[in-house]
């Protein structure tokens, strides 16, 4: 058998008690057990953009997304949308609207690795605000 990519674990509860141990850059429990929940045995490459950058440990609000992971999505999982980060390629919309501010925390960095202007992020935004509004889901408006 082959694993998916991230999936070279056998013992997953394990590996994340290790990672916990290991835990390096002052992210919390919460924030590397998310970590490893979605990206796996290969959650340290994640972890290299806060090396480079300790800002991107900051995580987006109060969720558990790191700065690092929307970089992440961005550089290596080929995320072209706003809402390719919040509602695909992270748990940040997962629950729900993240709120106005952490929708724009995501904007911002987007923009910046990708040279979005002002007005491609407020489209991204306002898509993103859109598919939480079809879905019968609270958007905050600024």
């Known amino acids: ?25 002052g992210l919390s429990p919460e924030i590397i057990r998310a970590l490893v929940h ?23 609000g109060t969720s558990t997304v790191t700065r690092a992971e929307i970089l992440h999505a961005a550089r290596e999982e080929m995320a072209q949308k706003l809402a390719d980060v ?31 202007d002002d007005r491609r992020a407020r489209n991204e935004i306002d898509e993103v605000n859109s598919a939480f509004s079809q879905c019968n889901l609270r958007v905050a408006r600024a």
């Open 38 to 60: 979605n990206h796996g045995s290969q959650y340290h490459n994640v972890i290299k953009y806060i090396e480079d950058d300790p800002t991107l440990a900051a995580p987006v």
């Open 86 to 116: 919040v509602l695909r390629r992270t748990d940040l919309g997962g629950a729900g609207y993240p709120g106005e501010s952490e929708i724009r925390v995501c904007a911002e960095l987007m923009a910046k690795e990708l040279g979005w």
């Open 1 to 25: 058998m082959t694993p998916i990519y991230g999936g070279l674990i056998e013992d997953f509860e394990e590996f994340v008690s290790n990672a916990l141990k290991n835990g390096k850059h």
